[in-house]
């Protein structure tokens, strides 16, 4: 047996098969998200869902971009990413297209368990993923669970305060939260503020400024952001590991030696020694974790 993946992102739509043990079977079939609204996003899918679907296939698993309802497999919220995504019936929609059972999760949760599962967590029991990508967000799983909350909203961890950030506004309107200094866009935000190069666009670019002392201080005071909030977390949930992953883990030595400090110094004593590592996000980790919640029998 096997499962359609589908991982509706804002820019792409990527659909592929997995198998029961997380191994891709076909090749990942994309297209780009349409921008008018959640009939043609839907339509999108069903389209590429089709072309691959085989007589094998038991279910659909998929990873939307949003604050999801899993229970109903409705979208909750979503950003400006996805126009007109809020309130789209994915599941209601999908099922009776294809007959099949379909689960609905939120990316942070579909990459969390694709990493929990198959990824740098596998074998352990409760795992910590931080994705740090533009913003800071992630998952937490426990026995192959990922905890969703009360209303699909747990793990946007970068949104907790933390004392390097202080004085800062967050892209969520709130001020001193983790990802205003420690997602990407916060640390380049550090480094133009401070007057560095508008040249620079991306963190890896900063990370090779290694002569330019603007941009080892926003790196450094990044890393502290996102290294306090992983000790707090770690003092909190007590994981067997927690796994940094997302475009920033590009963002060189400086980086992750000033993370790695915070986490230190952050965490409980007793806590400070539980591993912490850095780990790549493939473009098939949200489509595994969507099929293995899918293949469990989720709702
Ligand atoms: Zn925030």
Redesign the pocket.
């Known amino acids: 047996v096997s499962c359609i993946a589908v991982d509706i992102g804002g820019t792409k739509i990527a659909v592929g098969r997995v198998g029961d043990g997380g191994e891709l079977l076909t090749d990942i079939a994309t297209a780009p998200t349409p921008a008018h609204g959640a009939d043609a996003v839907l339509a999108a899918v069903s389209e590429l869902a089709a072309r691959i679907r085989e007589p094998s296939d038991d279910c659909i698993g998929v990873s939307s971009a949003g604050i999801i309802d899993s229970a109903s497999g409705s979208v909750r919220a979503a950003t400006s990413s996805i126009a007109g995504w809020a309130g789209a019936p994915v599941r209601s929609v999908l099922q009776e297209a294809f007959g099949l059972p379909v689960t609905v999760l939120g990316d942070g949760h579909a990459v969390g368990l694709g990493q929990a599962m198959y990824g740098v967590g596998k074998g352990k029991g409760t795992v910590v993923v931080l994705a740090v990508g533009t913003g800071i967000g992630g998952a937490l799983v426990i026995d192959g669970q990922p905890q969703l909350g009360a209303g699909g909203a747990a793990g946007h961890f970068?949104?907790m305060p933390v004392p390097e950030a202080t004085g800062v506004s967050?892209?969520?309107?709130?001020n001193g939260?983790a990802?205003?200094v420690g997602g990407g866009t916060g640390i380049l935000e550090t480094y133009r503020s401070a007057g560095g190069s508008p040249l620079v666009t991306s963190t890896a670019q900063l990370a090779a400024r290694h002569d330019d002392q603007l941009a080892v201080d926003a790196l450094r005071r990044g890393g502290r952001a996102l290294g306090t909030l992983a000790g707090a977390l770690t003092s909190a949930l007590d994981p067997d590991l927690i796994a940094v992953s997302g475009g920033v883990t590009a963002a060189g030595a400086v980086w992750w030696a000033a993370v790695e400090q915070a986490f230190r110094a952050s965490a409980l004593p007793a806590l400070a020694d539980t591993p912490l590592v850095r780990t790549e996000a493939g473009p098939a980790t949200a489509l595994r974790g969507a099929a293995y919640f899918a293949q469990r029998g989720n709702p």
Do not use: V
Not at 170 to 174: I, L, T, Y
């Open positions: 970068g949104h967050c892209p969520c309107g709130a939260h990802e205003a």
